[in-house]
């Protein structure tokens, strides 16, 4: 490891701040993160593929942890390969994670990942979309929309489904994403103002169903009812949804409610 770098590390214990030393020290100011870099000025001296792993990530280490090996499978998709290695980062940097680590892909999610698998997917969100660069540049326009939403994708290298989660966990606007297939719900994540959302996985909203193959990959904003969707105490607010179409069925929507009006308002 970098030995500057190293002592700068040596009594940090969290994921923001040990992201912060880092980016600071190695002055990365671009938002697509070189994580090369960085694995190698922290001690990790190879990201290599192996044909036959199986998991999703692996982490190996020396017996004193000062460098580490991370492997991922042959083939991938590249964005949720640079997911991977930032959370293999955060099991060789946070404090008391074991010294070598397999990770699925239920372990790279929140849904279902343990207590460490959880920090170290905090450590690759932070990492990949640091809060105060993402956030200057999630605020740049007023209003989210899918638009948006793809180039802070594209300008961070991130996956869709990170970026949204990423877009739920500092943003201050009521939204969420749901992610579907067929028209089938596979996961949703929404923003702490956002009414909380009715739909589970492998629910057929009529909406998702609706708009399921069709010709534009991005549908016009649409006005939704509550009904199906979110639980308020009134009818206030109004809700509305924007559907992008991916390849084999996927689609990604986000839903934007409106406190200040209602199903009602003429």
């Not at 293999?88 to 460490?116: M, Q, V």
């Not at 209003?143 to 300008?155: T, W």
């Not at 904003?221 to 992008?244: F, K, M, N, P, V």
């Amino acid at each position: 490891m970098d030995r500057e770098l190293a002592i700068k590390l040596a009594d940090l214990g969290n994921a923001p701040a040990i992201v912060a030393c880092i980016l600071e020290h190695l002055n990365i100011k671009d938002p697509a993160i070189p994580l090369d870099r960085i694995a190698a000025a922290v001690g990790i001296s190879q990201i290599e593929r192996r044909p036959n792993l199986t998991c999703a990530g692996m982490l190996l280490t020396d017996p004193g942890r000062s460098s580490g090996v991370i492997a991922l499978p042959a083939c991938g998709d590249p964005r949720r390969e640079r997911y991977t290695i930032g959370h293999e980062i955060g099991h060789f940097l946070l404090p008391n994670h074991d010294r070598e680590a397999e990770c699925t892909r239920d372990d790279l999610s929140f849904a279902k990942s343990s207590a460490r698998e959880r920090e170290a997917n905090v450590f690759a969100a932070e990492l990949l979309m640091p809060r105060r660069m993402f956030l200057h540049r999630l605020n740049a326009k007023r209003d989210l929309d899918i638009a948006h939403f793809e180039q802070l994708a594209k300008e961070f290298e991130t996956s869709k489904e990170a970026t949204a989660r990423r877009i739920g966990e500092l943003s201050e606007a009521p939204l969420a994403f749901v992610f579907s297939k067929d028209g089938r719900v596979t996961s949703k994540t929404f923003s702490r103002s956002m009414p909380y959302l009715n739909v589970r996985k492998d629910d057929r909203p009529p909406y998702l169903t609706a708009v399921s193959g069709a010709g534009s990959s991005v549908s016009e904003w649409a006005e939704l009812g509550h009904a199906g969707w979110i639980s308020t105490r009134d009818d206030a607010g109004g809700l509305w949804a924007q559907t992008e179409q991916l390849a084999n069925g996927y689609a990604v929507t986000l839903l934007s409610f409106d406190p200040s009006t209602g199903d009602d308002e003429e």
